[in-house]
């Protein structure tokens, strides 16, 4: 069972508890349509996952079945305390990749595209990074870690970056300078000029002291959150595809193959190129002002649709692949058309009742399953 399913309900309840804590506090930290597209994307992250479990954990355990130069016992408590340390390092290398390499950028970039702060963006996540990023971790299946413990540190870690997006809580003293908090990932987040390419740590912020990414949260100048380039868009497969095109198109330019792979490699600036100043006071959010009815017709769907997805991930295990893939389409696409909805695409309302049809099939077959 994927232990994602459990930690939904908590998702859940603590983003509408934020969510309410905001408003009483007259606070501008959510946007129902940007945050219904942030957990779109997680959704779309959880159904690739499903697809690609053999990639991340598959690959970590055959190298350490063949490869590893020791085995360190499971049972001992500082086995785990160092797998959890290590784990925590490596991630630290992942996520600056994720930021200055053009190929991991194209998959992290996801995370970054909300204009908004909040625990619905920690669920903003990529569906193709774990195609680039499993390499980074095959260190710790070389010097004899589990692969249970392996997967155990790295569900904790991840599930610890969960709570440090909100703005609700501001900064912590001592907290601030060895752990990962909401005030320095804040920054993280961040589009100003002193926020860019600053504190890459998941549990420890340490490493961004040691190697020199560190910065505090600036009392004087509010942190703007969003990427240079904005997504635009409510629509989370393009979120997730658009700047693998982007690269795409610019290499299929370069003269020579050499040039050509050298532009994946590239920082998302460029080589030898600096990011101009940005003046965070002229930036306005995306904002299709979708209308009240959609917006609340939207989060009733949502709601849906992850019962369907809580299904889809305990089922899945159960169903041929090709019933996986053509749930996963029908999955994808109520997604699309709900973004669509909320975009106010001419052509959305057409595809949404389409939609609700093809769940109502969907929905007797699941009930008349064997």
């Not at 980074?136 to 904790?156: E, H, K």
């Not at 440090?164 to 005030?183: C, M, N, Q, Y």
């Not at 393009?238 to 198109?249: F, V």
Request: charged share 15%.
């Amino acid at each position: 069972m994927n232990p994602i399913v459990y930690a939904m309900p908590i998702f859940a309840l603590s983003i509408l508890g934020e969510a309410w804590l905001a408003r009483r506090r007259k606070l501008a930290t959510y946007d129902i349509p940007d945050a219904i597209t942030s957990l779109h994307f997680g959704i779309l992250s959880q159904i690739s996952g499903s697809f690609m479990a053999l990639l991340n954990f598959g690959i970590y355990a055959w190298v350490f079945e063949h490869f590893r130069g020791t085995t360190l016992p499971s049972n001992q408590l500082w086995v785990w305390l160092f797998a959890l340390l290590s784990y925590d390092f490596l991630y630290y290398w992942v996520h600056r990749a994720g930021h200055e390499v053009n190929l991991f950028w194209a998959a992290h970039q996801v995370h970054h595209s909300s204009e908004y702060y909040n625990l619905s963006t920690a669920l903003r996540q990529t569906s193709t990074g774990a195609l680039v990023v499993w390499v980074f971790y095959l260190p710790m299946a070389l010097i004899g870690i589990p692969p249970i413990i392996f997967a155990a540190v790295a569900l904790i870690d991840l599930l610890y970056q969960y709570w440090v997006h909100t703005e609700l809580i501001r900064k912590l003293g001592w907290a601030d300078r060895i752990f990962v908090t909401p005030s320095n990932h804040r920054v993280h987040h961040g589009q100003n000029d002193y926020c860019i390419d600053r504190n890459y740590g998941g549990l420890f912020i340490i490493w961004d002291r040691l190697f020199g990414t560190y910065t505090e949260e600036r009392d004087d100048e509010p942190v703007v959150y969003g990427i240079r380039k904005p997504l635009a868009s409510y629509n989370p497969v393009y979120g997730n595809l658009h700047i693998y095109g982007e690269i795409w198109r610019a290499s299929r330019t370069a003269n020579n193959v050499r040039a050509a792979l050298s532009i994946w490699f590239a920082p998302p600036a460029g080589w030898n190129t600096a990011l101009p100043h940005l003046d965070v006071t002229q930036l306005t959010r995306y904002d299709k002002q979708t209308p009240r009815s959609i917006r609340q017709y939207a989060l009733f769907q949502y709601a849906l649709l992850l019962l369907l997805v809580v299904h889809f991930i305990m089922a899945s295990p159960t169903f041929t692949l090709s019933m996986r893939v053509l749930y996963a389409l029908l999955l994808v696409g109520s997604a699309l058309s709900l973004s669509w909805l909320l975009e106010g695409r001419s052509f959305a309302r057409k595809l949404e009742a389409a939609r609700i049809v093809l769940l109502t099939g969907l929905g007797f077959w699941l009930i008349n399953m064997p």
